[in-house]
């Protein structure tokens, strides 16, 4: 492997896995998530308390490909942080199915690289329709904590069941022991198991509506 070395052969220069599955799935290990709160992956650079978050990527791809081509820079900025969720490449129903298993491998493959550089892990699990069952769990932990996401899922009746049918599928291979739910939960996901995550935009509403609550109470002030 010595000849590959400087050059950028899908990161198989850094390390090849011993994979899972008809697509050699590089394996996660379970763990636990122990972080107070959780914020998108571009405020990770700017946060003050990384100690004390954890990172996901609930967020558009184009602002985390860069891990991909050049996952070592970032090594140091995450190790940081309490855990870091694992990329959520998209595997959209209507992307060709060998880019959804492609990003399901590259999202595993820095998985695996984040927890053999000391960083606690926790894998974000996807799925598209039915027929992804067969490699979207492939090298995902059994008993440890996950990360799910439901934004854009329940638009419809079809897109609902699609998540729901997954959901069910991720309970019964995997027997999380935490969810960390970035979304709206749906009533048929309800458990104690569950671990909600505020959206940006309702973190956004929150601000918006503390600030108002604030100006109107100096308002008051300023009348008596």
């Known amino acids: 492997m010595i000849y590959r070395q400087g050059r950028n052969y899908e990161n198989l220069n850094k390390m090849i896995y011993r994979g899972t599955g008809k697509f050699d799935t590089p ?3 379970p763990e636990a998530c ?3 709160s959780f914020i998108g992956f571009n405020y990770a650079k700017s946060c003050k308390d990384p100690q004390h978050k954890g990172v996901h990527f609930f967020i558009d791809d184009y602002q985390f490909t860069r891990l991909w081509t050049n996952p070592d820079a970032y090594l140091d900025m995450l190790r940081a942080f309490k855990c870091v969720f694992t990329p959520d490449f998209s595997t959209y129903t209507d992307f060709p199915k060998a880019v959804q ?3 399901h491998y590259r999202k595993h493959w820095l998985g695996a690289y984040w927890q053999s550089n000391g960083i606690t892990v926790i894998p974000t699990i996807s799925w598209s329709d039915e027929s992804s069952f067969d490699w979207c769990f492939d090298g995902e932990p059994v008993g440890g904590a996950v990360a799910v996401s439901s934004v854009g899922t329940q638009m419809n009746a079809t897109a ?6 997954g959901y069910k599928e991720m309970l019964e291979r995997l027997q999380p022991s935490q969810i960390l739910f970035y979304g709206s939960i749906p009533a048929e996901c309800s458990g104690d198991k ?3 995550i505020l959206t940006f935009q309702d973190g956004l509403k929150r601000r918006v509506s503390k600030k108002f609550t604030q100006d109107e109470g100096n308002s008051q002030e300023d009348v008596l």
């Open 160 to 165: 609902r069941a699609l998540f729901l049918a």
């Open 34 to 36: 122990n972080a107070d």
């Open 101 to 103: 298993i492609w990003n």
């Open 27 to 29: 394996r996660l290990v």
């Open 194 to 196: 569950i671990i909600p």
